[in-house]
């Protein structure tokens, strides 16, 4: 098996995106980062955001009155019990059912599931198998 290197907070910065139904949203998104272990970084009466994602409302002033659309954003778990129970808390907070945990094919030890959030993006949350960390997290001061 040859061993595969995986970057991480390099390429992007944020994504955002716009939703219908903000506080539906926060429900959800809340729920499954308590589940990933990220706090809620910030918040006005029209978005929030969690590290490199946030989330507004339509009529906010960084939406420009456009939904985003359809995305698909897989988030890292530390392990299968993660990913089992960002499942179940998702679903719990308004989210569909998109592919339960289970082992995937994309590579051995791949195991995610899948939810779609209030607005029909697919979220996932995955763990690729045990794995070496140069560190937690990239942390940046400014």
């Known amino acids: 098996m040859s061993l595969m290197e995986l970057h991480r907070g390099r390429l992007i910065d944020h ?7 903000l506080k539906a949203s926060r429900r959800f998104y809340e729920a499954v980062f308590k589940v990933l272990g990220v706090p809620i970084g910030g918040e006005a ?11 507004s409302s339509l009529d906010s002033r960084a939406a420009r009155g456009q939904l985003t659309g359809r995305h698909h954003l897989a988030f890292q778990a530390r392990d299968n019990a993660m990913v089992d129970t960002f499942y179940k808390a998702g679903l719990a907070a308004g989210g569909t059912d998109n ?16 939810l779609l959030d209030p607005d029909g ?4 949350a995955v763990f690729h198998g045990p794995a070496k960390r140069s560190a937690a997290s990239v942390e940046i001061n400014f």
């Not at 994504?15 to 139904?21: F, K, S």
């Open 15 to 21: 994504v955002q995106l716009v939703v219908r139904d």
């Open 45 to 55: 009466e029209d978005y929030f955001w969690a590290d490199e994602l946030f989330i």
């Open 99 to 114: 592919g339960a945990p289970g082992e995937r094919p994309y590579h051995p030890g791949y195991y995610a599931a899948f």
């Open 121 to 124: 993006n697919n979220i996932e």
